[in-house]
């Protein structure tokens, strides 16, 4: 059964949107390194592939208005002078905007922007790089544009000696199919000889005058001629004898690289083919089998399977709970020993299925750094200065849906280095420092989290300035800034509407930006780290989970309830009584061998005098370089728990981050260690600890409809 042919159109316009992206990214790759490169000849190339690649494929899809603009591009591009033209990277950068844009409206369907500057722009680059024809003399050098890849098959048959011939076919001024009608001229002449190159290219689908082809034949000028005189369909053709083609040092460097030819010539080239140049022509001939082997999938098929992966790691739970009652039950049953085989059998396979799924939604963090040149060249711009980038890491993988979220954090971290941490290029020269400055981006595995640095050799941030300015915009009165220490008044800078900036700009002094990136990791379970030093420069360290899907857990009981975190936010279980425990102005703490342990009650505090000797538990959890001790009153083993989320209506706190059911059917829900961390502080800088009795109060709740919705 086929598809629809709308279904057919809308995969194909999916699949568009995914590869297009792509296409415009590696443009604005290409203008970077023109712009670093001035004139280089192989980029302006690579350029007008990438457009060209663009171009047919937007036509494919019925996106008229940006095929057009890319053919406009294109043609530019392909001018002889272009690479002389110091304009070529902002136009091209600009031209990637705008591409964007397009690609942005056409997939929202909204209304598309306007391109006539940029339009005006490609034209007025067009009348500066054009260029005279050169005349060649006697040797007849082909007129038509042939692409490198046919240069590169015209120079090898001239190579093996083959007799060539240039055609020119003047097409019927009354033929209604010109596109037809060059395709019959082609398959006569491919009876007659080998089609090295035809123009205009495959896909072409603008109008038609006349076709040109490069033939290698055997046969006489004169049966070629009278073959090709067709009747509605040609009204003059000439043929000519070909004995060299202008051929650039690139392409016969390709040749000698690629190898043998292509033997089919025949076969019509797709559109990101036929304007293939020197490197395209030797990976072209090896690309296919590989790109064979590659699916594009849509994310939500993998999230589905992913799901599926989750309801197996469930019933598995369910089958373990079960065969631990039977051997309860049945100790000395035979059967007991093989559905334990069975078991350890499926457990591993289902291990194995689970780090195949995860792997598949895994991608490079490359993916996300490669869109940061561009903007620290144009923030660099913007704000006057002297900026390079230095990137660490690429190739670690993280979870694509993580690597979408952070996106917009990474980018505000990013500009805020630029903007606030990076100085002046004649103040780096008055402090002695290199006038370019550096922001650094780094990815690297820690455990099973990924850590994310963005760093910059700026002159820091000054710690009592971000406590004044939180102090005058009422973020912190004068006693909470005075009980913070260092670590937590940096974190004021992640507060909603805290800003240093002296004057409103573009780019600063609005109070909005870097509250994005707590809320945004909070809400992916991660953290946020910051340090600096006064001169030489500050590092924000983001801490991410691997996957938000499936975690590796710590269960623990309160107040006869069961709660889980992450197990790699437990850096050690202690076991400690009421009466070890000691109030330092109104708070808990725990003296842990030589240091002073913080306590964040999550239960009631056991009256006095019932059972104080009774021993309770302390979660230590880090956080960045901060200790606090979580106290809890039982534990409850290490579980492999599938996240469930939560609608906010279920749930009063904001200290749960999901759910999960237990193989035994019993719910448990999933602290929020952010929001924890949050309530800590607060209660540091001066909330009275008599409230946090209540701290579990609507988790209470939630817990409590969420089993009846289990059992329901």
């Known amino acids: 059964m086929t598809n629809p042919p709308d279904d057919r159109m809308s995969e194909l316009r999916n699949l568009f949107f995914e590869s297009a992206a792509e296409l415009v990214q590696r443009l604005n790759d290409q203008a970077l390194q023109l712009e670093k490169s001035p004139g280089d000849g192989e980029v302006i190339r690579a350029m007008r592939r990438t457009v060209h690649t663009l171009k047919g494929d937007s036509a494919a899809c019925s ?58 722009e490609i034209a007025h680059l067009a009348h500066t790089a054009s260029a005279p024809v050169q005349k060649r003399g006697k040797s007849k050098v082909v007129a038509a544009r042939w692409s490198e890849y046919e240069q590169l098959a015209i120079t090898r048959a001239v190579e093996d000696g083959r007799k060539l011939y240039h055609l020119v076919v003047q097409l019927d001024p009354h033929c209604a199919m010109p596109i037809a009608a060059r395709q019959m001229l082609r398959t006569t002449l491919a009876s007659l000889g080998e089609v090295l190159a035809a123009f205009p290219p495959d896909g072409h689908t603008g109008p038609m005058a006349r076709v040109e082809f490069a033939v290698a034949s055997g046969a006489p000028p004169a049966q070629i001629r009278s073959r090709c005189e067709i009747p509605t369909i040609s009204a003059q053709v000439k043929v000519q004898r070909m004995r060299a083609v202008k051929i650039s040092p690139e392409v016969a460097a390709a040749a000698q690289a690629a190898g043998p030819a292509p033997s089919d010539a025949n076969e019509p080239a797709g559109p990101a083919e036929s304007d293939a140049s020197s490197s395209a022509a030797a990976a072209n001939l090896s690309i296919g089998t590989a790109a064979d082997n590659i699916l594009r999938v849509d994310a939500e098929r993998i999230d589905n399977v992913l799901n599926l992966v989750g309801e197996l790691i469930l019933a598995k739970s369910m089958l373990q709970q079960t065969l631990l009652e039977f051997s309860a039950r049945f100790p000395k049953d035979a059967l007991r020993g093989k559905f334990s085989d069975a078991m350890a059998f499926q457990a591993r396979v ?74 002046t290029t004649e103040e780096r020269q008055r402090l002695k420092k290199n006038p370019q400055g550096t922001i650094q981006l780094n990815a690297y595995h820690q455990g099973n989290q990924v850590v994310i640095e963005v760093s910059d050799d700026g002159h820091g941030i000054d710690v009592d300035r971000v406590r004044d300015r939180a102090l005058g915009q009422g973020i912190v009165t004068s006693d909470e800034a005075a009980r913070m220490t260092e670590a937590e008044t940096l974190n004021l800078i992640f507060r909603p509407g805290f800003s240093t900036a002296a004057e409103i700009t573009e780019l600063s002094g609005r109070g909005v930006g870097l509250d994005v990136v707590r809320s945004v990791l909070d809400r992916l ?39 889980a975190i992450p197990l790699n936010a437990v850096a050690e279980i202690t076991r400690t009584s009421e009466e070890q425990i000691h109030q330092v102005e109104h708070f808990d703490v725990l003296q842990l061998r030589n240091e002073v342990l913080p306590l964040l009650r999550l239960g009631a505090r056991s009256a006095p005098g019932s059972g104080s000797r009774d021993k309770i538990f302390v979660l230590v959890i880090k956080n960045g370089e901060r200790k606090f001790g979580l106290v809890v009153q039982g534990l409850a083993g290490e579980e492999e728990l599938v996240i469930k989320a939560i609608d906010d209506r279920q749930i009063e706190t904001d200290l749960i981050s999901g759910a999960s059911i237990l193989g035994d059917g019993r719910v448990v829900l999933i602290l929020n260690l952010a929001a924890l961390v949050d309530r800590f502080t607060s209660q540091r800088a001066g909330v009275s600890m008599n409230s946090t009795a209540g701290l579990l109060s609507g988790i209470s709740a939630a817990h409590a409809r969420g089993a009846a919705g289990d059992r329901a």
């Open 63 to 120: 996106f008229r208005e940006l095929s057009e603009l890319a053919h406009e591009f294109e043609d530019v591009l392909s001018l002889e002078h272009t690479a002389a033209a110091e304009s070529v990277p902002e136009i091209a950068l600009r031209a990637a905007d705008v591409f964007a844009a397009l690609l942005a409206a056409y997939r929202e369907h909204k209304k598309l922007p306007a391109t006539a500057v940029l339009r005006e």
């Open 350 to 423: 289902l291990g194995d299925l689970q780090r195949s799924v995860m792997k598949i939604r895994m991608v490079p963090v490359d993916h996300l750094f490669r869109r940061f040149p561009r903007v620290v060249r144009d923030v660099g711009r913007q704000c006057g200065k002297d900026v390079r980038l230095v990137l660490k890491g690429e190739s670690t993988d993280l979870d694509k849906g993580i690597l979408d979220a952070i996106a917009e954090p990474l980018t505000h971290l990013v500009r805020n280095a630029i903007g606030h941490g990076i100085e």
């Open 525 to 563: 379970k991660g953290s946020v780290q910051t340090e600096t030093e006064p001169g030489r420069g500050t590092t924000f360290r983001l801490r991410l989970p691997l996957t938000l899907a499936i975690i590796k857990a710590l269960l623990f009981q309160v107040e006869r309830r069961l709660y």
